[in-house]
């Protein structure tokens, strides 16, 4: 962050000298030359450019791109033509604007300095280039992204290899935290799944332009992985096995000196973790609940998507399902390996399904099915918040548990502060620290702590297939990237033709 904001200022301050110098070598008074902002008007009239330019460069991120344009006009005016000169004006404007206009050697020409000048061929790519760059990244950044279907999380809702558009416009796009990376690529370079497409060097603090509406319970929505933002930086860990489930297994116990000295360890900034796609199943204040596998918000069973699968465990008579229910009526391809049927071991003519809610409707009606019901995972010590004395909950029977909101006030206790530990020292940068049983935080013995964000819960329609908000926790709105709003591709082995352009509901 200091070194982002010593480059901010060296920037800003080198830039509107080297302008005020220009303009000064130009004829320009220096009483008009040196006010901000103002003297770019001086160099749109120097320069005979449109004045609607002046005006468009004061729209927020896209007016920074319109200024370095006019910049690097004023430049060519003192002819200095060549593409290394713009390059030098905009990657280092504080030494080659100010050199510009205080080396005696350099004059302002006018508009004599273009009389003759005409642009290269190669000039011309360059140029359209740079512009398709900006334009594409303007576009990706503060309006709509292009995403994947990675994995089966959210099957059959999304299916892998579906290609998104994820709307940033609804939830009011953030202002990049880490503004210097490779272009089109998030967090890993093409071909190096390992190394990082960014420079830490300048960190933004956390701004969101304003939201058309807020999260709503149900949204699809893509969000920075909240645990991801240090992972162990091998292809077959990173989100995949992350960082804090391997810290807390019995080999590290907690112990991340053995860990890091054990496996290279990357910490991602915030707006760099991996992107995840779920459905918010709750919003900032609700209390959410799971029994016996049915999901209940505030009191009430949750909202069942169309598509929404879980296991559950089919009992026959003994005699076959046929294989072609199991395929078009179920969605099963039994031709591939697939966990969504198995056999239960040692139960005769029993097996685990994964289906929708109306597939196990039509399963219960054929004449050889003795019982469908809900299957219930056991196993405890995998779910947040990793606290089985106080929390021993599953992924199938789970809280209840309210999702914090801004301005909630929370008690600190044993027994309530690992639901709240990674909210106040990662989330929200506050220092906790225990000394004789009692909390502190940034030094001052605290028995409450007032929440700074909103926050929101994740799960994924298939639910026995969904690493989410059960295993990991809240997710804050620093982390929202945006609304999935439309499926524009979509393939397995040939184009999945009936999902194209589809809405995601």
């Known amino acids: 962050m200091i070194m982002g904001m010593i480059l901010f200022i060296l920037y800003w301050l080198g830039w509107h000298i080297g302008i005020y110098t220009m303009l000064r070598k ?115 950044t503060f309006l709509f992204e292009a995403y994947v279907i990675p994995t089966e999380s959210m099957e059959k809702t999304l299916l892998v290899n579906d290609f998104l558009f994820v709307d940033k416009v609804t939830y009011g796009a953030r202002i990049p935290k880490t503004p210097i990376s490779f272009p089109f690529v998030h967090n890993t370079l ?17 701004k969101r332009f304003p939201k058309l509406r807020e999260v709503n319970r149900n949204d699809v929505v893509v969000f920075n992985f909240p645990a991801g933002d240090t992972i162990i930086n091998l292809p077959e860990f990173g989100s995949k096995i992350p960082y804090y489930d391997v810290l807390r297994s019995p080999q590290y116990n907690n112990d991340r000196a053995k860990l890091q000295a054990d496996y290279p360890i990357l910490v991602h900034p915030m707006d760099k973790t991996d992107n995840y796609i779920k459905r918010c199943v709750g919003i900032p204040g609700d209390v959410i609940e799971i029994k016996k596998s049915q999901l209940w918000v505030n009191g009430a069973p949750a909202l069942v998507a169309p598509f929404m699968q879980t296991e559950y465990i089919v009992e026959t008579d003994g005699r076959p399902l046929a294989e072609d229910f199991i395929q078009d009526s179920l969605g099963i391809n039994i031709n591939e390996a697939t966990a969504d049927f198995q056999f239960v071991e040692g139960q005769p003519n029993t097996f685990k399904l994964n289906l929708t809610a109306a597939a ?23 779910t947040f918040p990793n606290d ?33 530990r990674r909210i106040i020292e990662g989330y929200e940068q506050q220092k906790l620290t225990t000394q004789n049983g009692q909390y502190f935080i940034n030094g001052k013995a605290a028995k409450t702590y007032t929440i700074q964000e909103n926050y929101y819960w994740m799960m994924g329609d298939n639910r026995h297939r969904s690493q989410d908000s059960r295993y990991w926790g809240f997710v804050p709105e620093t982390h929202i990237v945006g609304r999935a709003a439309l499926i524009w591709f979509s393939y397995s082995q040939s184009i999945r033709w009936n999902r194209l352009f589809n809405l995601i509901k």
Not at 73 to 99: A, D, E, G, Q, S
Not at 192 to 206: E, F, H, I, M
């Open 388 to 420: 089985i004395l106080h929390f021993p909950w599953t992924a199938d029977n789970f809280g209840p548990l309210r999702i914090p909101k801004k301005g909630d006030q929370v008690t600190l206790n044993d027994s309530t502060i690992e639901l709240y």
């Open 360 to 382: 196990a409707l039509s399963l219960k009606k054929l004449p050889n099915v003795k019982s469908v019901v809900l299957f219930e995972d056991q196993n405890v010590g995998y």
């Open 190 to 206: 093409p071909g190096a799944p390992t190394t990082p497409s960014y420079l830490k060097w300048v960190q933004l603090d956390y």
């Open 26 to 140: 130009a004829g320009v008074p220096a009483s008009k030359a040196i006010i901000p902002i103002y003297n770019t008007w001086e160099v749109v009239q120097l320069c005979k450019i449109p004045k609607i330019w002046f005006w468009i460069q004061l729209i927020p991120i896209l007016g920074q791109f319109v200024t370095l344009w006019i910049t690097i006009l004023f430049v060519m005016h003192f002819k200095r033509v060549n593409l290394i000169h713009h390059t030098l004006t905009v990657l280092v404007p504080f030494i080659y604007l100010p050199y510009l206009g205080l080396d005696k050697k350099e004059q302002w020409y006018g508009d004599a300095a273009l009389a003759h000048y005409h642009k290269p061929a190669s000039r011309e790519w360059v140029d359209a280039g740079v512009f398709a760059i900006v334009a594409a990244t303007l576009i990706r």
